[in-house]
């Protein structure tokens, strides 16, 4: 009986291991679900600043793709996973990567997105801290919802808002070149 206990331990823990990525301190589920959709992970890496891990990032999508451009004006549900593991990512510095991330993605010409971009920015209202997890997620039919911690913070409609969005990770001008390639799939 001992044995068999054992045996069900050792699967269930290999099992569970198996359903994860591990991102240096990080660990990303394999799979999400948002809107009722099953999403699978890309791809996933480490957003580093002056050598220091900022957050483990991965890329949800229903069916894997390496083509940046074919995901952003994808209008699918999928998802952008943060999971924060330094204490020196803010909430003010957050919405400044954000706005910043915009006028690239969007090489400056955000006009038609600037009111949706304050609304967005507007969610995250409270200090980031480390452990914390944004997902970031484009739900088909409803926009671009941003999730602290499981809990839904507010949508912004547009798959043009979307596209701008998303091309901030995996855009021809990314926020981490290396991040943009491990989350389409070179991880």
Do not use: C
């Not at 940046?68 to 400044?96: F, N, P, W, Y």
């Not at 090489?107 to 304050?118: E, H, M």
């Not at 969610?123 to 809990?151: A, L, N, P, R």
């Amino acid at each position: 009986m001992k044995k068999l206990s054992l045996l069900f331990i050792l699967l269930v823990t290999v099992g569970t291991t198996q359903a994860q990525v591990k991102v240096g301190d990080a660990t990303l589920p394999d799979t999400v679900t948002f809107s009722g959709e099953d999403l699978t992970i890309n791809g996933a890496g480490m957003r580093e600043k002056f050598f220091f891990d900022i957050y483990a990032g991965g890329l949800y999508l229903k069916k894997k793709s390496n083509s940046a451009s074919s995901i952003a004006a994808a209008d699918e549900t999928m998802a952008i996973k943060l999971h924060i593991v330094s204490g020196m990512m803010s909430r003010s510095k957050m919405e400044s990567a954000l706005r910043d991330g915009f006028k690239k993605s969007t090489k400056g010409n955000t006009a038609s997105l600037d009111k949706r971009i304050n609304t967005f920015v507007g969610f995250i209202k409270d200090e980031i801290e480390e452990g914390q997890i944004y997902d970031i997620v484009y739900e088909q039919g409803k926009g671009s919802v941003i999730y602290k911690d499981g809990v839904e913070k507010g949508y912004v409609e547009g798959l043009d808002f979307k596209k701008a969005l998303f091309n901030i990770w995996i855009g021809d001008n990314p926020a981490d070149k290396g991040l943009k390639n491990e989350m389409l799939g070179a991880f």
